[in-house]
């Protein structure tokens, strides 16, 4: 129950917004004063605007203060007018009114109405009802209006602003010449980059431009001249082609006049997956370079693709909200990828993956049962070089007393870093990774020209299985046949020893 007294004014507050914000029909915009009361217009005099009296008045002189957007509709014709209208408290010498309506770039529309002279005692004490002519304002327009006496008192002044409602607003979107824009359909034809376009609701007294544009925030970029459609010929179908299905790519239509209000719609506004194609690399500066070709908010970090579904984040991540991102120091290599977090999701691209794009390259050789790393580079880098041991888990493990060593190798040369006799005696690898920039991924090298079974963690784990199953496969077969063979020993013994029995038998009968 304590919250009842603020429900009531919240819904008092909602209803009276929905008041303001609804536009009438068919208002009468002609100037009237209260029923009785002699009134007529005068013209107006801009210098009386700059002179007030400072005398004091003994109450407020305006109540009542309306002002409302409204369409005194004369046939089709519905133009947007602002509507003035007040409660004027005549006291002493007061006459008249006057009002004012003025906005940036628009001439101020000023009026003066009079009550008769005061001396007559027509008006004195009386309150007196009067609505101003209508003023013509246009969507969006700010006004601000000001009330004054005739005579002018400083102290009765009245000013208000009225912001008159965009062409968004229902009660004129579709009443307003300037605020018509038409409607746009489109199909979509994949195989040839074909936009076809359908306008409905236009204004049928001009012509019509349409045109494909890429958005950028509120401006939308055209893509050379539109393509101009003739009133009668409005409802032909318009074709537009297209490079790229880019989520800013859109379809922009608007009647060919001066200022007239746009209508757009954007066919491939949820195909993000687009952008992530505009990846550039520089060898020379080894810069790898995203250009957004629309702007998005979007997070971005480089990261290393371990051949599954995951991709370890490598540094910092970097935010866009369409700015170009340079990710400097980049070391290039298949399984170096970049992350895209959007607050649709995730993508993950690699552009070096496809192409031959890294600038050094790591084998193993081997020559009378030595084995060495040999190391060749087009570019002059450093490298750092361990020693691991590979697990059944697929994780390179480093070897205890094996320490990283650093390598730096000039500009189209080679390096060699020996490895023990014993490497074969356990599953190594050889983990190579450059380290003079910023960005890079481990190399793992597994091949040693090793005779055992220390090349892939895999099959050595299967292999161990393997000595161990089959020795026990083998006793078990032993045990099998040993005793099959015994008991055919043991049926045979029996077939032979039937006849003798029968035999003995038939003697014991005798």
């Known amino acids: 129950m304590k919250y009842l007294p603020l429900l009531l004014l ?45 005398q004091p008045v003994s109450s407020a002189v305006f109540s009542n203060v309306m002002l409302s957007t409204v369409l005194p509709c004369e046939g089709r014709k519905c133009p947007l ?12 010498d007061i006459r008249g009114v006057s009002v004012c309506a003025d906005s940036a770039g628009m001439i101020g ?56 409602p965009e062409c968004s607003h229902e009660g004129i979107r579709d009443e307003i010449a300037e605020c018509i824009t038409g409607k746009l359909a489109y199909t979509v034809d994949e195989v040839r980059n074909v936009l076809t376009v359908k306008v409905t609701d236009a204004p049928e007294d001009t ?57 757009q719609v954007c066919p491939f506004k949820n195909n993000l997956e687009e952008l992530w194609s505009g990846l550039t690399y520089d060898l020379n500066k080894e810069e790898l370079i995203w250009e957004p070709l629309c702007p998005v908010k979007v997070s971005l970090s480089l990261c290393h693709a371990d051949g599954g579904k995951s991709c370890q984040d490598i540094g910092n991540v970097f935010h866009s909200e369409g700015q170009k991102v340079i990710f400097s120091s980049v070391d290039p290599h298949p399984t170096l ?30 020559r009378d049962g030595q084995q060495w790393a040999e190391i060749s580079t087009w570019v002059k880098a450093s490298f750092s070089i361990s020693v691991c041991e590979m697990k059944p888990s697929s994780q390179c493990k480093r070897t205890e007393g094996n320490k990283f060593h650093n390598l730096s190798v000039d500009k189209m040369k080679h390096t060699v870093f020996n490895l023990s006799k014993s490497a074969c005696e ?21 091949d040693l020209q090793c005779s055992n079974r220390c090349r892939d963690p895999e099959r050595r784990h299967s292999q161990d299985i393997e000595k161990i199953l089959l020795p026990a496969v083998i006793f078990l077969t032993v045990i099998l046949a040993a005793v099959l063979f015994g008991r055919m020993t043991i049926k045979d013994g029996d077939k032979k020893r039937t006849p003798w029995a029968k035999l003995t038998c038939l003697r014991m009968n005798h």
Request: hydrophobic letters at 35%.
């Open 10 to 54: 919240f819904l008092i507050l909602q209803n009276h917004m929905v008041q303001m914000d609804r536009i009438e029909k068919n208002q009468d915009c002609a100037w009237s004063c209260s029923e009785g009361l002699h009134c007529k217009p005068r013209a107006y005099s801009p210098l009386s605007a700059f002179h007030c009296r400072n």
């Open 81 to 92: 007018q602002l509507k003035i209208a007040t409660s004027v408290n005549v006291t002493g």
């Open 109 to 164: 529309h000023c009026q003066i109405y009079t009550f008769g002279h005061v001396g007559k005692g027509k008006a004195t004490g009386k309150q007196v009802d009067v609505q101003f002519k209508c003023v013509p304002v246009r969507p969006g327009q700010l006004v601000f209006v000001t009330l004054k006496t005739i005579p002018n008192y400083c102290k009765a002044a009245w000013t208000q602003r009225h912001l008159v």
């Open 207 to 263: 012509d019509y431009n349409l045109r494909l544009c890429h958005k950028r925030s509120v401006i939308c970029a055209g893509e050379g001249a539109p393509k101009t459609i003739k009133p009668q010929h409005l409802q032909s179908s318009i074709t537009l082609h297209y490079s790229k299905p880019l989520p800013c790519l859109c379809i922009e239509g608007w009647p060919a006049r001066v200022d007239a209000r746009r209508v």
């Open 337 to 366: 990828c970049t992350k895209f977090t959007t607050e649709v999701g995730t993508w993950i691209k690699c552009p070096f993956a496809k192409g031959n794009f890294s600038v050094w390259t790591v084998k193993i050789t081997s």
């Open 426 to 446: 356990v599953c190594v690898c050889i983990q190579v990774q450059r380290v003079d920039v910023r960005f890079s991924v481990p190399v793992l090298q597994c």
